[in-house]
């Protein structure tokens, strides 16, 4: 069983920073590939980011060259560093772990966290 706690959302104005936090409840953390999802009103929830157990990296175009994924294997915790932002990416932030491929499809992940806010103003 994973769990998995996110935290860092908050309010912040565009242009702005801010680094949300994941940490995972798990015996071997580098077993999982750990990945970023977020879900804005009304609409689906969609791909952000994933990091495999090593340093290989995916975004969506939306995201690439703002967000930066991370991990602290020795901490066992995953990172979301997201800069330049938009106030279309006011979201609920998932955290989420999987055993698969460093996908971008949230059937490939079977732990999620509860999500935290991210509001950006314009």
């Known amino acids: 069983q994973v769990q998995l706690v996110e935290s860092g959302g908050g309010l912040v104005q565009a242009g702005g920073s801010l680094r949300l936090s994941c940490a995972a409840s798990?015996?071997?953390?580098?077993?999982?590939?750990m990945a970023w999802f977020r879900q804005a009103p009304g609409k689906e929830r969609e791909f952000v980011a994933a990091v495999g157990w090593s340093v290989y990296t995916r975004y969506p175009d939306s995201v690439k060259g703002r967000f930066t994924i991370s991990r602290d294997n020795a901490k066992n915790t995953v990172y979301l560093q997201m800069s330049s932002l938009e106030p279309e990416d006011t979201a609920v932030y998932y955290c989420?772990?999987?055993?698969?491929?460093?996908?971008?499809?949230?059937?490939?992940?079977?732990?999620w966290g509860q999500g935290t806010q991210v509001t950006v103003s314009s």
């Open positions: 798990v015996r071997t953390f580098t077993n999982y590939v």
């Open positions: 989420a772990a999987g055993r698969g491929l460093t996908s971008e499809h949230e059937r490939d992940y079977d732990y």
